[in-house]
């Protein structure tokens, strides 16, 4: 690619005539370099890429900008591939190649832009609402392979939160907040499960009624380990109230 360049010398004579003053053109001839091809091509991709330019002659370099200007022999000279990384990233690659001689081929341009896929929405079971007794909570992700992160304190969760491994047991009242990960993923929406437990209300038998006898009365309760006051005078029953621990016979009017 070395450039060549020839002086050229010419007279015009004619038959009976003077000859001609000597005519003289200096003439360079440089190889026209064809334009840089990227690759991979310009395009949205879901992972990182390294760009590649490539198409100038031997002895040629290539250079190029990704503000957006015209590249020219002055701007950044390629030496390796352009990394493109990052979720969000958008990156407009121009560049021309510049031969030995000083040409510059046309210019070529290449669009990128990197988005990742994102990690499916955890799915929890069982639904948030209330609940009258400690269950176990489990969590899935449609995504393969993916990890999921959880919190228990109503924060927004992250890769250094609880790992979930197993089922989650609730036995108190709490938000469970759940997000998944993956390597090469965009984190998933967080899944916010809210639940509430209580003591569900006791059930006396037998029903109430008039009774021609003296009447023995249970309580019990769906919750497991529920504690039981009572009082026999028609008053509100407090902590305060007689503790109930097991049957009790009733023998007059309460």
């Given at each position: 690619?070395?450039?060549?360049?020839?002086?050229?010398?010419?007279?015009?004579?004619?038959?009976?005539?003077?000859?001609?003053?000597?005519?003289?053109?200096?003439?360079?001839?440089?190889?026209?370099?064809?334009?840089?091809?990227?690759?991979?091509?310009?395009?949205?991709?879901?992972?990182?890429?390294?760009?590649?330019?490539?198409?100038?002659?031997?002895?040629?370099?290539?250079?190029?900008?990704?503000?957006?200007?015209?590249?020219?022999?002055?701007?950044?000279?390629?030496?390796?591939?352009?990394?493109?990384?990052?979720?969000?990233?958008?990156?407009?690659?121009?560049?021309?190649?510049?031969?030995?001689?000083?040409?510059?081929s046309l210019v070529t341009t290449a669009s990128y832009a990197i988005r990742y896929p994102q990690v499916a929405t955890p799915l929890a079971l069982p639904e948030s609402g209330t609940y009258?007794?400690?269950?176990?909570?489990?969590?899935?992700?449609?995504?393969?392979?993916?990890?999921?992160?959880?919190?228990?304190?109503?924060?927004?969760?992250?890769?250094?939160?609880?790992?979930?491994?197993?089922?989650v047991t609730i036995d108190k009242i709490q938000q469970v907040n759940i997000i998944g990960t993956k390597e090469g993923y965009r984190d998933s929406n967080a899944t916010t499960m809210t639940y509430t437990l209580k003591v569900a209300t006791p059930q006396v038998t037998p029903l109430p009624g008039t009774y021609s006898d003296s009447v023995q009365v249970s309580i019990t309760c769906i919750t497991r380990d529920a504690t039981f006051y009572y009082p026999v005078d028609g008053s509100t029953p407090t902590t305060g109230s007689m503790l109930y621990s097991g049957p009790f016979t009733l023998t007059r009017t309460t």
């Open positions: 690619n070395i450039p060549n360049t020839m002086q050229v010398r010419a007279i015009a004579v004619k038959s009976g005539t003077q000859p001609s003053i000597q005519g003289r053109r200096t003439f360079t001839t440089d190889e026209v370099n064809p334009a840089p091809q990227f690759s991979p091509v310009g395009g949205t991709y879901n992972y990182d890429i390294d760009v590649t330019l490539t198409g100038s002659l031997a002895g040629s370099t290539i250079h190029y900008t990704t503000d957006g200007s015209t590249p020219n022999g002055s701007s950044t000279l390629y030496t390796g591939p352009i990394p493109i990384h990052e979720h969000g990233t958008d990156m407009t690659i121009k560049a021309v190649a510049k031969s030995s001689g000083g040409s510059l009258f007794n400690d269950f176990d909570m489990t969590a899935s992700c449609a995504t393969t392979a993916a990890k999921l992160y959880y919190t228990t304190d109503g924060s927004d969760p992250d890769s250094g939160d609880i790992l979930y491994g197993s089922a």
